[in-house]
């Protein structure tokens, strides 16, 4: 059975009314964001399944994948380097845990998108 991501190209375009993503890496950012959702709520939407959440909680999850996809298009070049810093010319980037910036198991997000994807109640260690 094929992995199916929590967001189709349909929901992002006309419902999250998306425009951040071209549409030619629609499919595979949404496909990466909803993995990267699964690792931070300890694959607990795979484990139950998408249809068996609460009506909140697909909402959210749908959400956040459309955010998180927005995002790391938006970031690419940052979130894949090897890098966490540089300075060139007293000019300095930095990238990871910051105030905006949340990290965890490989995957940057927004804190403010975490903290939505936190009210799904699947982001906790000890969840059931």
Known sequence: ???????????????????TVPEE?????????????????????VGRGFSHLTGFQQEIIREVVCQQADFEVENADEINTILSSYS???????FGSSW????????????DVYALLCQSGLCCRLAR
Not at 1 to 19: F, H, I, L, R
Not at 88 to 94: A, L, M, P, R, T
Not at 100 to 111: E, H, I, L, P, S
């Open 1 to 19: 059975m094929a992995y199916e991501p929590y967001v189709t190209p349909e929901y992002y375009n006309d419902t999250y009314k998306g425009s």
């Open 25 to 45: 890496e629609l499919s595979k950012a949404l496909r990466l964001a909803s993995r990267h959702i699964d690792s931070l709520t300890y694959n607990r939407i």
């Open 88 to 94: 060139i010319n007293g000019v300095s980037v930095q």
């Open 100 to 111: 905006n910036v949340f990290t965890d198991k490989g995957v940057a997000m927004k804190r």
